[in-house]
C-alpha cells in the first residue's frame, strides 16, 4: 500500500510538471535556467544519502574560490565533494523512480532524444565551511564576442572549428544540460550574480553555456547533480 501511494503521488508530481513543459523552454530560451518544483523524496531515502556520503567513495571538486590560486589541493581538503549514485547502492530505488518520472516530465523538447544522459546522477554534499565556487559553465559553449571568448584569445588558448568561438547562443535543442536537484531544505545555486534557493524537491535546469556557482555553506548539505550531454558541444 505505501509504494501504490507512492507511486501515485509521483505520477500527480510528473503530470502536474509535464503541464509546465512550455515555461520551461521559455525560461532556458531566455533565462538560460529554469526552477521549478517536482516532489520531494523520502526522509528514508534522505537518510541513506547521507549514509553514502559517509563512505570513503567521495571525489572532491577542484574549483572553489581556493582554485584561483592555481595551487593544487589535497583531495582530503576539498570541501565540495561528489559520489557517482550507481545501481549497486542499497535503498535508493524510489531515488531511481523519482528521478526518471522527473526526466520523462520534462519531455522530449528538453531532454530530447540527441541529448545523451552523461554518466549517472552525482549526490554532492560538503564538508563545512565550504566557499564559493568560482564562477564556471560547464560545457565549452563559447560565444564569439563575450567575455570569456575575449579572456580566452588573450590568453592564447583560442579555438577553431565549428564547436567554439559562436557567433549567437545554440538553440535548446543543441545544446548540453546540467540539472541541480534538491533533496533537503538546504540548497543554495547562483546564476550570475544572483543566488537562488532550492527547498527540498525543487531543481533546476541549466544551459551548458550558462554562467553560474555553486553556493557556499556553513552547514552540512546534500543535492543531486547531473549532466546530459548534447554530440554538438565538446566536453571539457
Given at each position: 500500500?505505501?509504494?501504490?501511494?507512492?507511486?501515485?503521488?509521483?505520477?500527480?508530481?510528473?503530470?502536474?510538471?509535464?503541464?509546465k513543459r512550455k515555461e520551461m523552454e521559455e525560461d532556458i530560451a531566455t533565462k538560460g535556467y529554469t526552477i521549478q518544483h517536482f516532489h520531494k523524496?523520502?526522509?528514508?531515502?534522505?537518510?541513506?544519502?547521507?549514509?553514502?556520503?559517509?563512505?570513503?567513495?567521495?571525489?572532491?571538486?577542484?574549483?572553489?574560490?581556493?582554485?584561483?590560486?592555481?595551487?593544487?589541493?589535497?583531495?582530503?581538503?576539498?570541501?565540495?565533494?561528489?559520489?557517482?549514485?550507481?545501481?549497486?547502492?542499497?535503498?535508493?530505488?524510489?531515488?531511481?523512480?523519482?528521478?526518471?518520472?522527473?526526466?520523462?516530465?520534462?519531455?522530449?523538447?528538453?531532454?530530447?532524444?540527441?541529448?545523451?544522459?552523461?554518466?549517472?546522477?552525482?549526490?554532492?554534499?560538503?564538508?563545512?565551511?565550504?566557499?564559493?565556487?568560482?564562477?564556471?559553465k560547464d560545457y565549452d559553449a563559447v560565444i564569439k564576442g563575450s567575455s570569456e571568448d575575449i579572456a580566452r584569445r588573450a590568453r592564447g588558448r583560442?579555438?577553431?572549428?565549428?564547436?567554439?568561438?559562436?557567433?549567437?547562443?545554440?538553440?535548446?535543442?543543441?545544446?548540453?544540460?546540467?540539472?541541480l536537484f534538491s533533496v533537503e531544505d538546504n540548497t543554495y545555486w547562483y546564476a550570475g550574480a544572483q543566488k537562488f534557493y532550492l527547498p527540498a524537491?525543487?531543481?533546476?535546469?541549466?544551459?551548458?553555456?550558462?554562467?553560474?556557482?555553486?553556493?557556499?555553506?556553513?552547514?552540512?548539505?546534500?543535492?543531486?547533480?547531473?549532466?546530459?550531454?548534447?554530440?554538438?558541444?565538446?566536453?571539457?
Amino acid at each position: 500500500h505505501q509504494i501504490s501511494q507512492e507511486s501515485l503521488e509521483i505520477a500527480c508530481s510528473q503530470e502536474d510538471l509535464a503541464g509546465k513543459r512550455k515555461e520551461m523552454e521559455e525560461d532556458i530560451a531566455t533565462k538560460g535556467y529554469t526552477i521549478q518544483h517536482f516532489h520531494k523524496v523520502s526522509a528514508e531515502t534522505v537518510q541513506c544519502l547521507k549514509q553514502v556520503s559517509q563512505t570513503e567513495l567521495s571525489e572532491g571538486i577542484d574549483n572553489e574560490g581556493e582554485a584561483l590560486k592555481e595551487v593544487p589541493k589535497v583531495d582530503a581538503d576539498q570541501c565540495r565533494r561528489a559520489i557517482p549514485l550507481t545501481p549497486d547502492i542499497p535503498n535508493l530505488v524510489g531515488l531511481f523512480q523519482v528521478l526518471a518520472a522527473f526526466v520523462a516530465a520534462c519531455g522530449p523538447s528538453i531532454f530530447n532524444p540527441w541529448r545523451v544522459f552523461s554518466g549517472n546522477w552525482n549526490l554532492l554534499f560538503n564538508k563545512p565551511p565550504c566557499q564559493q565556487q568560482i564562477y564556471h559553465k560547464d560545457y565549452d559553449a563559447v560565444i564569439k564576442g563575450s567575455s570569456e571568448d575575449i579572456a580566452r584569445r588573450a590568453r592564447g588558448r583560442g579555438r577553431r572549428g565549428a564547436k567554439a568561438n559562436r557567433d549567437v547562443p545554440l538553440p535548446l535543442a543543441e545544446m548540453p544540460l546540467s540539472v541541480l536537484f534538491s533533496v533537503e531544505d538546504n540548497t543554495y545555486w547562483y546564476a550570475g550574480a544572483q543566488k537562488f534557493y532550492l527547498p527540498a524537491g525543487w531543481f533546476v535546469i541549466f544551459r551548458g553555456d550558462l554562467e553560474h556557482s555553486g553556493a557556499e555553506y556553513a552547514e552540512f548539505s546534500l543535492r543531486l547533480h547531473a549532466y546530459f550531454d548534447h554530440p554538438c558541444i565538446s566536453t571539457p
